[in-house]
Protein backbone atom coordinates (compact mmCIF):
# COMPACT_ATOMS: atom_id res chain seq x y z
CA UNK A 1 0.00 0.00 0.00
CA UNK A 2 1.14 3.31 -0.73
CA UNK A 3 1.61 5.78 2.08
CA UNK A 4 -0.07 8.87 2.94
CA UNK A 5 1.28 11.99 2.85
CA UNK A 6 1.37 12.89 6.96
CA UNK A 7 -0.13 16.37 6.48
CA UNK A 8 -2.98 14.31 5.00
CA UNK A 9 -2.91 11.90 8.22
CA UNK A 10 -2.72 14.64 10.49
CA UNK A 11 -5.71 16.44 8.73
CA UNK A 12 -7.64 12.87 8.76
CA UNK A 13 -7.20 12.65 12.11
CA UNK A 14 -8.64 16.24 12.87
CA UNK A 15 -11.33 15.91 10.97
CA UNK A 16 -12.89 12.39 11.24
CA UNK A 17 -13.88 13.29 15.41
CA UNK A 18 -15.67 16.42 14.18
CA UNK A 19 -17.46 14.05 11.98
CA UNK A 20 -17.94 12.18 14.09
CA UNK A 21 -19.23 14.48 16.41
CA UNK A 22 -21.79 16.48 13.73
CA UNK A 23 -23.31 12.85 12.92
CA UNK A 24 -24.35 12.27 16.53
CA UNK A 25 -25.26 16.04 17.01
CA UNK A 26 -28.00 15.05 14.13
CA UNK A 27 -29.81 12.74 16.71
CA UNK A 28 -30.08 15.65 19.22
CA UNK A 29 -32.94 18.13 18.71
CA UNK A 30 -31.88 21.60 17.82
CA UNK A 31 -33.14 23.98 20.88
CA UNK A 32 -32.72 27.20 18.36
CA UNK A 33 -35.84 28.48 16.67
CA UNK A 34 -36.36 28.32 13.16
CA UNK A 35 -34.76 30.69 10.82
CA UNK A 36 -37.37 32.85 9.33
CA UNK A 37 -37.05 33.61 5.95
CA UNK A 38 -36.31 37.32 4.98
CA UNK A 39 -39.37 39.11 3.22
CA UNK A 40 -38.32 41.31 0.11
CA UNK A 41 -39.56 44.22 -0.40
CA UNK A 42 -39.64 46.30 -3.64
CA UNK A 43 -35.95 48.20 -4.36
CA UNK A 44 -35.90 52.23 -5.35
CA UNK A 45 -33.29 54.19 -6.37
CA UNK A 46 -33.16 57.82 -7.55
CA UNK A 47 -31.06 60.13 -9.78
CA UNK A 48 -31.21 63.84 -10.84
CA UNK A 49 -30.29 66.18 -13.45
CA UNK A 50 -27.24 65.52 -15.26
CA UNK A 51 -24.37 63.90 -13.10
CA UNK A 52 -26.41 65.22 -9.87
CA UNK A 53 -26.68 68.79 -11.76
CA UNK A 54 -30.09 70.56 -12.72
CA UNK A 55 -29.76 72.57 -15.69
CA UNK A 56 -33.01 75.18 -16.30
CA UNK A 57 -33.19 74.84 -19.93
CA UNK A 58 -33.42 70.95 -19.73
CA UNK A 59 -36.05 70.98 -16.49
CA UNK A 60 -37.99 73.54 -18.64
CA UNK A 61 -38.04 71.38 -21.41
CA UNK A 62 -39.42 68.21 -19.55
CA UNK A 63 -41.52 69.84 -17.30
CA UNK A 64 -44.10 71.14 -20.72
CA UNK A 65 -44.01 67.31 -21.74
CA UNK A 66 -46.27 64.90 -20.61
CA UNK A 67 -45.04 61.81 -18.44
CA UNK A 68 -46.03 59.80 -21.57
CA UNK A 69 -43.65 61.61 -24.03
CA UNK A 70 -40.66 62.34 -21.68
CA UNK A 71 -37.67 60.57 -23.01
CA UNK A 72 -35.94 61.82 -20.01
CA UNK A 73 -36.81 63.78 -17.13
CA UNK A 74 -35.15 66.07 -14.17
CA UNK A 75 -35.47 63.22 -11.49
CA UNK A 76 -35.59 59.70 -12.34
CA UNK A 77 -36.52 56.94 -9.96
CA UNK A 78 -36.11 53.47 -10.72
CA UNK A 79 -38.15 50.59 -9.22
CA UNK A 80 -37.73 47.49 -8.75
CA UNK A 81 -40.27 44.60 -7.50
CA UNK A 82 -38.47 41.50 -6.49
CA UNK A 83 -41.22 39.94 -4.75
CA UNK A 84 -44.20 37.55 -5.64
CA UNK A 85 -47.06 40.39 -5.66
CA UNK A 86 -48.32 43.54 -7.94
CA UNK A 87 -46.72 47.02 -6.31
CA UNK A 88 -48.88 50.06 -6.80
CA UNK A 89 -47.66 53.04 -4.61
CA UNK A 90 -47.77 56.77 -4.80
CA UNK A 91 -44.12 58.48 -6.02
CA UNK A 92 -43.79 61.97 -4.75
CA UNK A 93 -40.91 64.44 -6.40
CA UNK A 94 -39.62 67.66 -5.41
CA UNK A 95 -36.66 70.08 -4.86
CA UNK A 96 -37.79 71.64 -2.16
CA UNK A 97 -37.35 74.96 -1.90
CA UNK A 98 -37.14 75.33 -5.87
CA UNK A 99 -40.05 72.98 -7.72
CA UNK A 100 -43.37 72.50 -7.61
CA UNK A 101 -44.67 68.52 -5.97
CA UNK A 102 -45.05 65.69 -8.77
CA UNK A 103 -46.83 62.79 -8.40
CA UNK A 104 -46.91 59.64 -10.36
CA UNK A 105 -48.66 55.87 -9.40
CA UNK A 106 -46.61 53.24 -9.73
CA UNK A 107 -47.80 49.52 -11.02
CA UNK A 108 -45.66 46.86 -11.23
CA UNK A 109 -46.31 43.42 -11.60
CA UNK A 110 -43.90 40.82 -9.51
CA UNK A 111 -40.46 40.29 -10.21
CA UNK A 112 -40.35 43.60 -12.88
CA UNK A 113 -38.15 46.96 -12.52
CA UNK A 114 -39.61 50.36 -14.42
CA UNK A 115 -38.32 53.71 -14.58
CA UNK A 116 -40.15 56.65 -13.46
CA UNK A 117 -39.03 60.23 -14.90
CA UNK A 118 -39.93 63.41 -12.88
CA UNK A 119 -40.15 66.60 -13.95
CA UNK A 120 -41.83 69.22 -11.57
CA UNK A 121 -42.73 72.17 -12.39
CA UNK A 122 -39.98 74.83 -11.05
CA UNK A 123 -40.90 78.00 -9.35
CA UNK A 124 -39.94 81.84 -10.96
CA UNK A 125 -36.91 81.98 -8.91
CA UNK A 126 -35.60 78.89 -10.82
CA UNK A 127 -34.94 81.05 -13.56
CA UNK A 128 -33.46 84.11 -12.14
CA UNK A 129 -30.52 82.19 -10.01
CA UNK A 130 -27.27 83.32 -11.39
CA UNK A 131 -25.05 80.78 -9.12
CA UNK A 132 -24.48 77.02 -8.77
CA UNK A 133 -26.63 76.35 -5.23
CA UNK A 134 -27.03 73.24 -3.25
CA UNK A 135 -30.17 72.28 -3.65
CA UNK A 136 -32.40 68.55 -1.68
CA UNK A 137 -34.71 66.07 -3.90
CA UNK A 138 -37.07 64.60 -1.87
CA UNK A 139 -38.59 61.28 -2.78
CA UNK A 140 -41.25 60.57 -1.07
CA UNK A 141 -43.79 56.93 -1.82
CA UNK A 142 -46.79 55.37 0.24
CA UNK A 143 -49.02 52.83 -0.91
CA UNK A 144 -52.12 53.55 -2.00
CA UNK A 145 -53.97 53.76 1.17
CA UNK A 146 -50.99 56.41 2.21
CA UNK A 147 -48.77 54.22 4.68
CA UNK A 148 -45.38 55.13 4.17
CA UNK A 149 -42.74 52.62 2.58
CA UNK A 150 -40.12 54.85 1.04
CA UNK A 151 -38.26 58.14 1.67
CA UNK A 152 -35.15 59.64 0.53
CA UNK A 153 -33.76 62.71 0.00
CA UNK A 154 -30.89 63.48 -2.80
CA UNK A 155 -28.05 66.04 -2.85
CA UNK A 156 -28.65 68.14 -6.10
CA UNK A 157 -27.02 71.12 -7.36
CA UNK A 158 -28.97 74.26 -9.07
CA UNK A 159 -27.32 75.09 -12.10
CA UNK A 160 -27.53 78.87 -13.53
CA UNK A 161 -30.34 79.91 -15.48
CA UNK A 162 -27.71 80.95 -17.94
CA UNK A 163 -25.67 77.90 -18.30
CA UNK A 164 -25.89 75.75 -21.23
CA UNK A 165 -24.87 72.39 -21.73
CA UNK A 166 -23.84 71.71 -25.31
CA UNK A 167 -23.18 68.02 -24.63
CA UNK A 168 -21.19 65.90 -26.51
CA UNK A 169 -20.33 67.18 -30.00
CA UNK A 170 -23.05 69.33 -29.69
CA UNK A 171 -25.59 66.80 -29.21
CA UNK A 172 -27.98 69.23 -27.58
CA UNK A 173 -27.54 72.80 -29.69
CA UNK A 174 -31.17 72.97 -30.63
CA UNK A 175 -31.77 73.79 -26.77
CA UNK A 176 -29.96 77.23 -27.64
CA UNK A 177 -33.51 78.07 -28.94
CA UNK A 178 -34.55 78.44 -25.40
CA UNK A 179 -32.45 81.51 -25.16
CA UNK A 180 -34.57 83.07 -28.34
CA UNK A 181 -36.92 85.14 -25.95
CA UNK A 182 -38.76 87.23 -28.94
CA UNK A 183 -41.42 88.54 -26.27
CA UNK A 184 -39.27 89.21 -23.84
CA UNK A 185 -39.76 93.72 -23.12
CA UNK A 186 -35.97 94.75 -24.09
CA UNK A 187 -36.10 92.85 -27.33
CA UNK A 188 -40.16 94.94 -27.48
CA UNK A 189 -38.30 98.02 -27.12
CA UNK A 190 -35.42 97.51 -29.80
CA UNK A 191 -38.00 96.74 -32.30
CA UNK A 192 -40.01 100.07 -31.43
CA UNK A 193 -36.64 101.67 -31.56
CA UNK A 194 -35.68 99.90 -34.96
CA UNK A 195 -38.93 101.02 -36.98
CA UNK A 196 -37.67 104.35 -36.62
CA UNK A 197 -35.18 103.49 -38.93
CA UNK A 198 -37.45 101.90 -41.25
CA UNK A 199 -39.40 103.79 -44.49
CA UNK A 200 -42.76 104.37 -43.40
CA UNK A 201 -41.64 103.64 -39.88
CA UNK A 202 -42.90 100.36 -39.99
CA UNK A 203 -41.46 96.49 -39.14
CA UNK A 204 -43.64 94.10 -41.30
CA UNK A 205 -41.35 91.11 -41.29
CA UNK A 206 -42.30 89.34 -44.27
CA UNK A 207 -44.92 90.25 -46.59
CA UNK A 208 -46.96 87.67 -48.23
CA UNK A 209 -47.76 90.10 -51.48
CA UNK A 210 -43.83 90.87 -51.81
CA UNK A 211 -41.84 88.51 -54.51
CA UNK A 212 -38.86 87.24 -53.34
CA UNK A 213 -36.43 89.72 -54.90
CA UNK A 214 -38.61 92.16 -52.75
CA UNK A 215 -39.06 90.10 -50.00
CA UNK A 216 -35.26 89.50 -49.92
CA UNK A 217 -34.76 93.65 -50.19
CA UNK A 218 -36.67 94.54 -47.15
CA UNK A 219 -35.65 91.55 -45.30
CA UNK A 220 -31.94 93.27 -45.77
CA UNK A 221 -33.54 96.59 -44.87
CA UNK A 222 -35.17 95.37 -41.80
CA UNK A 223 -32.10 93.84 -40.54
CA UNK A 224 -30.00 97.15 -41.07
CA UNK A 225 -32.73 99.04 -38.87
CA UNK A 226 -32.21 96.27 -36.09
CA UNK A 227 -28.65 96.15 -36.06
CA UNK A 228 -28.66 100.05 -36.00
CA UNK A 229 -31.03 100.07 -33.16
CA UNK A 230 -28.98 97.71 -31.29
CA UNK A 231 -25.78 100.46 -31.92
CA UNK A 232 -28.02 102.97 -30.21
CA UNK A 233 -28.51 101.44 -27.44
CA UNK A 234 -24.58 100.76 -26.81
CA UNK A 235 -24.12 97.03 -27.22
CA UNK A 236 -20.54 95.90 -27.36
CA UNK A 237 -18.56 92.79 -26.97
CA UNK A 238 -17.64 91.51 -23.86
CA UNK A 239 -17.07 87.64 -23.66
CA UNK A 240 -18.00 86.71 -19.82
CA UNK A 241 -18.57 83.19 -20.72
CA UNK A 242 -17.35 81.43 -17.59
CA UNK A 243 -19.75 78.92 -15.56
CA UNK A 244 -19.13 76.85 -12.69
CA UNK A 245 -19.75 73.20 -11.97
CA UNK A 246 -19.29 69.81 -14.07
CA UNK A 247 -18.81 69.39 -17.95
CA UNK A 248 -16.24 72.53 -18.48
CA UNK A 249 -15.87 71.64 -21.41
CA UNK A 250 -19.14 71.12 -22.79
CA UNK A 251 -20.96 74.04 -20.90
CA UNK A 252 -20.72 78.04 -20.76
CA UNK A 253 -22.84 81.29 -19.57
CA UNK A 254 -24.94 82.51 -22.35
CA UNK A 255 -26.83 85.43 -21.19
CA UNK A 256 -30.46 85.88 -22.16
CA UNK A 257 -31.61 88.86 -24.33
CA UNK A 258 -32.83 91.00 -21.55
CA UNK A 259 -30.01 90.83 -19.77
CA UNK A 260 -27.72 91.50 -22.99
CA UNK A 261 -29.51 94.49 -23.62
CA UNK A 262 -29.67 95.36 -19.72
CA UNK A 263 -26.46 95.66 -19.88
CA UNK A 264 -25.37 96.88 -23.28
CA UNK A 265 -23.24 93.87 -23.40
CA UNK A 266 -23.61 90.26 -25.73
CA UNK A 267 -20.45 87.74 -26.68
CA UNK A 268 -21.05 86.05 -30.02
CA UNK A 269 -23.31 83.59 -28.71
CA UNK A 270 -25.20 85.76 -26.37
CA UNK A 271 -25.80 88.50 -29.68
CA UNK A 272 -27.07 85.15 -31.85
CA UNK A 273 -29.61 84.89 -29.71
CA UNK A 274 -30.47 88.27 -28.95
CA UNK A 275 -30.87 89.10 -33.03
CA UNK A 276 -32.57 85.93 -33.33
CA UNK A 277 -35.33 86.75 -30.95
CA UNK A 278 -35.92 90.32 -32.78
CA UNK A 279 -36.43 88.31 -36.03
CA UNK A 280 -39.01 85.65 -34.55
CA UNK A 281 -40.45 88.95 -32.92
CA UNK A 282 -41.42 89.91 -36.79
CA UNK A 283 -41.85 86.51 -37.55
CA UNK A 284 -39.17 85.46 -39.29
CA UNK A 285 -37.36 82.26 -39.31
CA UNK A 286 -33.83 82.51 -37.97
CA UNK A 287 -31.15 80.15 -38.01
CA UNK A 288 -28.27 79.99 -35.61
CA UNK A 289 -24.80 78.67 -37.19
CA UNK A 290 -22.23 77.05 -35.11
CA UNK A 291 -18.61 76.99 -36.45
CA UNK A 292 -15.95 76.24 -33.89
CA UNK A 293 -14.88 78.78 -31.31
CA UNK A 294 -17.77 80.93 -32.40
CA UNK A 295 -21.00 81.73 -33.76
CA UNK A 296 -23.69 83.57 -36.10
CA UNK A 297 -27.13 84.40 -36.62
CA UNK A 298 -28.76 84.46 -40.18
CA UNK A 299 -32.24 84.91 -41.17
CA UNK A 300 -34.37 83.37 -43.59
CA UNK A 301 -34.38 85.70 -46.74
CA UNK A 302 -37.90 85.01 -47.77
CA UNK A 303 -40.55 82.42 -47.03
CA UNK A 304 -39.26 79.18 -48.50
CA UNK A 305 -35.88 80.58 -49.71
CA UNK A 306 -33.14 78.18 -48.92
CA UNK A 307 -30.99 81.97 -48.79
CA UNK A 308 -30.34 83.39 -45.92
CA UNK A 309 -28.97 86.74 -44.64
CA UNK A 310 -25.73 86.07 -42.33
CA UNK A 311 -24.90 88.57 -39.78
CA UNK A 312 -21.48 89.02 -36.99
CA UNK A 313 -22.81 90.11 -34.48
CA UNK A 314 -19.72 90.45 -31.96
CA UNK A 315 -18.99 93.95 -34.11
CA UNK A 316 -22.16 95.19 -33.39
CA UNK A 317 -20.32 97.63 -31.70
CA UNK A 318 -17.53 99.03 -33.81
CA UNK A 319 -18.75 98.32 -37.16
CA UNK A 320 -21.04 98.60 -39.78
CA UNK A 321 -24.12 96.91 -41.26
CA UNK A 322 -22.10 95.84 -44.20
CA UNK A 323 -19.17 95.36 -42.41
CA UNK A 324 -21.01 92.80 -40.25
CA UNK A 325 -23.13 90.94 -43.18
CA UNK A 326 -19.86 91.05 -45.50
CA UNK A 327 -17.82 89.11 -42.39
CA UNK A 328 -20.15 86.66 -41.30
CA UNK A 329 -20.77 85.45 -44.92
CA UNK A 330 -17.32 85.07 -45.62
CA UNK A 331 -17.12 83.00 -42.25
CA UNK A 332 -19.86 80.54 -42.94
CA UNK A 333 -18.82 80.03 -46.07
CA UNK A 334 -15.46 79.39 -44.60
CA UNK A 335 -16.41 76.32 -42.99
CA UNK A 336 -17.53 72.74 -44.50
CA UNK A 337 -21.14 71.67 -43.48
CA UNK A 338 -19.57 68.73 -41.68
CA UNK A 339 -17.94 71.26 -39.35
CA UNK A 340 -20.78 73.57 -38.60
CA UNK A 341 -23.96 73.09 -37.01
CA UNK A 342 -27.09 75.27 -37.82
CA UNK A 343 -30.23 74.95 -35.35
CA UNK A 344 -33.18 76.69 -36.99
CA UNK A 345 -35.66 77.96 -34.18
CA UNK A 346 -38.81 77.20 -36.27
CA UNK A 347 -37.50 73.37 -36.17
CA UNK A 348 -36.32 73.42 -32.30
CA UNK A 349 -40.13 74.76 -31.46
CA UNK A 350 -41.64 71.97 -34.01
CA UNK A 351 -39.00 70.38 -31.27
CA UNK A 352 -40.75 71.17 -27.97
CA UNK A 353 -37.92 73.38 -27.20
CA UNK A 354 -39.38 76.79 -26.41
CA UNK A 355 -38.33 80.22 -24.95
CA UNK A 356 -36.89 79.96 -21.08
CA UNK A 357 -39.68 81.36 -18.83
CA UNK A 358 -39.22 85.09 -17.75
CA UNK A 359 -38.36 85.08 -14.03
CA UNK A 360 -40.26 87.36 -11.90
CA UNK A 361 -38.18 87.62 -8.89
CA UNK A 362 -40.84 85.41 -6.54
CA UNK A 363 -39.35 83.40 -4.00
CA UNK A 364 -40.11 80.07 -2.64
CA UNK A 365 -42.58 79.25 -0.28
CA UNK A 366 -41.24 78.07 2.94
CA UNK A 367 -41.19 74.38 2.92
CA UNK A 368 -39.20 73.68 6.14
CA UNK A 369 -42.12 72.72 8.23
CA UNK A 370 -44.04 70.70 5.15
CA UNK A 371 -41.22 68.46 5.25
CA UNK A 372 -40.29 68.53 8.69
CA UNK A 373 -43.58 67.34 8.89
CA UNK A 374 -43.49 64.61 6.49
CA UNK A 375 -39.89 63.48 7.88
CA UNK A 376 -42.24 62.63 10.91
CA UNK A 377 -44.90 60.89 9.05
CA UNK A 378 -41.86 58.05 8.45
CA UNK A 379 -40.26 58.13 11.60
CA UNK A 380 -39.70 54.79 13.08
Known amino acids: MRAFPFALLALAAFALPALAESAADVSKPDPRPPLTERRQEPIYSVTAGIDGEIYPVFANYASLRTGADRKWGTVAVVVNNPTSESLRARIAVQIEGWSDQEIQLAQLEPNTSRTYLFAPTFLPRFYSNHELIAATTLVSVTDIAGHPLYLQTVPVKIRSAEDMFWGSKFQYAPFIASWVTPHDERVEEILRQAKEFMPGRRLPGYEPEKDAAGQEQMTYTEARAIYKALQEAGVSYVKSSM ?138
Open 243 to 380: TLGGHQDASERVRMPGQSLRDASANCIDGVVMYAALFENLGMEPVVVLVPGHAYVGVRESPKSAKYLYIETAITGRASFEESIASATRGVASYKPADSIRISVTEARSMGVYPMPSPTGQSAPDTKEASASLQRGFAR
